[in-house]
């Protein structure tokens, strides 16, 4: 056994020694800080005992580590304690590395590149300049966005859910070089979902050494993901280009339903555009806190998010006698029987 696997899935369940030690029962917390330190070796029952007891594959505790992160940075007002940190950053290694596995039996060996690398960011001008660039650069136009984790797979990026502490919504990082996005999948809100992953997409890509302060970065990051979801040009055409006295709420709804962007985030690119007075906007928001829109906002954005591509990867390999359908249950952290109920090659 390798004692560092058995301490990542212990973290991974957000447990400690002594917490793993009473549902294991006869196994004790001296004997698994043992097997963690690799002073002693576990035989093969408690080994698929901690296995079941921590929602893993036998083999996982036998593998070695095989993936480089960057530093975990937490947003200064993610109130996270240590174990919930743990949480999250096991949960994405043991995703993040199976992915890569994927990827390498595929022999997908492009090297990341950022789009904007040579782009710096000072001003929310800057920003709107930013993210019209990317659009071009990925060929995405100026329409909506249907499905924003798909196509940010496609475009390279890794996109990985968690089930985590309620305070956090989602961060950055880097698995062997490759840009990582990790959300909390407890949200659901699609709309929520997108804008979280539009921001973690700027701190990925935006150039921000030469602004000042953490939260000015936190604003154009904010202004980014509003940009990349609805660009300048889509708002002109839907609302005009002039300031308005007013705008209907009908129309925000509308715009929201088509672009999957919450209506408040609208009113806010219409403030940054001058579209809507400074006025408009304070009674907008005495509007939201009046009618608690930011617990239910009106209107819907009916399309799901979730990430799809490593499956599909997992899938196709099977598919094309790569892999092994228990080698595919094992990267799925499935049982075989389950894997073979779920999987119809057709053709």
């Not at 793993?20 to 963690?36: F, V």
Request: aromatic share 8%; net charge positive; with cysteine.
């Amino acid at each position: 056994m390798n004692g560092e696997r058995l301490k990542a899935a212990r973290r991974m369940a957000g447990l400690s020694l002594e917490e793993l030690a009473q549902k294991a029962g006869e196994i004790t917390k001296q004997a698994i800080s043992n097997y963690e330190t690799g002073k002693r070796q576990p035989d093969s029952k408690t080994i698929l005992r901690l296995a079941k007891l921590l929602d893993v594959r036998p083999e996982y505790f036998l593998q070695k580590d095989k993936i480089r992160f960057d530093a975990f940075e937490y947003r200064k007002k993610a109130k996270l304690g240590e174990k919930a940190k743990d949480v999250i950053e096991e949960k994405s290694r043991y995703v993040a590395e199976r992915y890569l596995e994927i990827e390498s039996l595929l022999g997908f060996t492009d090297k990341w590149e950022n789009p904007l690398q040579k782009l710096e960011i000072k001003t929310g001008a800057d920003v709107e300049k930013a993210a019209l660039e990317l659009r071009k650069k990925w060929n995405l136009g100026t329409a909506a966005i249907i499905k924003l984790i798909e196509t940010l797979e496609t475009c390279g990026i890794m996109i990985i859910s968690v089930e985590a502490d309620d305070n956090f919504d989602g961060l950055t990082n880097f698995a062997n070089g490759k840009p990582i996005i990790i959300y909390n999948e407890k949200i659901k809100d699609n709309v929520r979902i997108r804008f979280t992953i539009a921001h973690e997409l700027a701190h990925i890509l935006l150039n921000l050494n030469s602004v000042d302060s953490s939260k000015n970065r936190e604003t154009l990051c904010h202004r980014f993901a509003g940009a990349f979801l609805l660009p300048e040009e889509k708002i002109y055409q839907e609302l005009g280009s002039r300031q308005r006295r007013k705008t209907a709420i009908n129309e925000l709804i509308s715009i929201k339903e088509e672009y999957g962007i919450s209506i408040q985030v609208i009113a806010k690119r219409l403030h940054y555009l001058g579209i809507i007075t400074d006025a408009s906007y304070k009674y907008f928001n005495i509007m939201v806190n009046k009618n608690k829109w930011k617990i239910n906002e009106l209107g819907e954005f009916k399309i799901s998010e979730e990430p799809e591509r490593f499956r599909n990867l997992v899938m196709r390999a099977v598919a094309e006698e790569i892999i092994t359908i228990s080698k595919a249950a094992s990267l799925l952290n499935t049982s075989i029987s389950k894997l073979e109920n779920t999987v119809k090659f057709v053709i």
